[in-house]
């Protein structure tokens, strides 16, 4: 069982910037993809970024194109999102995700991870 922790929500005013964390004591992590997704009250998760066990390909929703941004430390066990430009329609839940690097198919469904953390609430104000 794989245990994601997230952090780094909080309450940020329209155009301001968070970086969300999220670790794990699994020392297998680099054998994980791994992805950021949102939830909205009383809606599905959202895909919100993905990025590959090396780190070598990233993959952003259209929504956040240009001011998010996934990338990650193996040594640390940890991936992060940069969020830049926030906007108050990006106030959300945001939940990190795994799944083991032999998993085929689509990054963009919540469907396609196994292991999940809680959740971080991001609210921005405007």
């Known amino acids: 069982q794989v245990q994601l922790v997230e952090s780094g929500g909080g309450l940020v005013q329209a155009g301001g910037s968070l970086r969300l964390s999220c670790a794990t004591s699994?020392?297998?992590?680099?054998?994980?993809?791994m992805g950021w997704f949102r939830r909205f009250p009383g809606k599905e998760r959202e895909f919100v970024a993905a990025?590959?066990?090396?780190?070598?390909?990233?993959y952003h929703a259209d929504s956040v194109k240009g001011r998010f941004t996934i990338s990650r430390d193996n040594a640390k066990n940890t991936v992060y999102l940069q969020m830049n430009s926030l906007k108050p329609e990006d106030t959300a839940v945001y939940l990190c995700?795994?799944?083991?690097?032999?998993?085929?198919?689509?990054?963009?469904?919540?469907?396609?991870?196994?292991?999940w953390g809680r959740g971080t609430q991001v609210t921005v104000s405007s």
């Open positions: 699994e020392r297998t992590f680099s054998t994980y993809d």
């Open positions: 990025i590959t066990w090396s780190g070598d390909s990233t």
């Open positions: 995700a795994a799944r083991p690097i032999y998993y085929s198919g689509t990054y963009y469904s919540p469907l396609m991870y196994d292991y």
